[in-house]
């Protein structure tokens, strides 16, 4: 049986007509007939992909300049100019896909989960070829202390590109989490590369990449768990 | 779509009455009896209508309407499945009976398409039942257009063993 003798065998089926109860379609009417005003649709693309950036990058900076930008002095123009144009690039993709979530039915350019596994490939590929000071002092007391710093900074992120979210229709939680957790990580380590002076090599590839995945994961519980929590109450 | 976003209460009607019968088809297609078709309709179209703002003008209508009924229906058989899960643990307990589905015209498109797996059967439906392209259904169930294109071949290779054996 060949594939043109399918599509006629569904396409038989599916011209048979099918009604709907006209009183249900009444009923769906009349509902939307009580509450329907003008409404205005969500801003291009392109505006939300900014808002989510200007956002994100605010809190890093903010944060960096309170805490002090000792990180961003201590850096060569090289380095500089490496470092947070990997940074700005990641912004926005993942601004863009945030922004994507809003909207049902958006073309997905990539899944989810690919641009934060390539971000932190790509992180860890720039580090590693800029820094050479193999030293380990304080490896894990300095390091979780820039962890935390990192994630305390990704929560107001991730809180924000939440209320933007929700401005939109999310359909699915787990990516959509996902993707806001790992913007709000890429503004956590921005504000760690400017405020962080330490470039030993091994306490940036681990600690600072790690906001990363960590905010990424977090996003996608914390989405998931509210989204049953909305289901089932 | 934009007139309706802009509050006019004719187009609303219009799209609600044009657009029924294949979203109620898509949800009696997906194992659903007549009644559990109803609900999931009548719950989209309140959904759609509670997101209007997030429709684009310019881009396709159908992918935009499938995610949303597709989102709606996942809640639906979730919610389900907790309940039942729930009634199945308490002893003593009688089960009510699902109503039957009743006789339809969209029976024999069930009946075709029921050995497929859920995933299959909604690629098949929207491609060949609400003739979407492979970009739309992509869009609509949020993968790849390679993914849809898997879907629908392997679909195919069932239904072919299938209508071979019937």
Known sequence: ?233 | MARYQRGDFAAATAIVRSLSPQLHRFFMVQSAGRADADDLLQETWLRIHKVRHTYRAGEPVLPWLYAIARHIRVDHYRKTRRRTGREERMEGIPEVAAPAAEPSAAMDLEALLAPLPESQREVVEMLKVAGMTLEEVARATSSSVGSVKQKAHRAYEKLRGWLREG
């Open chain 1, 1 to 233: 049986m060949k594939d043109r003798e399918i599509d006629d065998i569904l396409a038989r089926a599916a011209k048979a007509p099918h009604d709907v109860d006209p009183a249900l379609l009444d009923r769906v009417t009349e509902s939307i007939g009580a509450s329907l005003t003008p409404v205005r649709p969500l801003p291009a693309a392109w505006l939300l992909t900014t808002a989510f950036v200007l956002m994100c990058g605010s809190v890093a900076v903010v944060t960096a300049s309170f805490l002090g930008l000792h990180g961003l002095e201590n850096l060569g123009s090289l380095e500089r100019a490496a470092i947070f144009s990997v940074l700005a690039i990641l912004m926005v993709l993942m601004a863009a896909i945030c922004a994507s979530q809003m909207i049902p039915g958006s073309r997905w350019r990539t899944f989810p989960v690919v641009l934060p596994a390539l971000g932190s490939v790509a992180l860890l590929a720039v580090f590693g070829v800029l820094f050479h000071d193999y030293g380990t002092e304080n490896f894990v007391a300095q390091g979780i202390v820039c962890l935390r710093a990192g994630l305390f900074t990704a929560i107001p992120a991730a809180v924000a590109s939440w209320l933007l979210l929700r401005r939109g229709f999310v359909t699915g939680a787990a990516s959509a989490g996902l993707i806001a957790g790992s913007l709000a990580g890429i503004a956590g380590i921005t504000m760690l590369e400017l405020h962080c002076a330490n470039f030993e090599l091994f306490h940036v590839m681990l600690w600072h990449t790690a906001v990363l995945p960590i905010s990424g994961a977090a996003g996608a519980l914390l989405a998931t768990a509210l989204r049953r929590f909305i289901r089932f109450s």
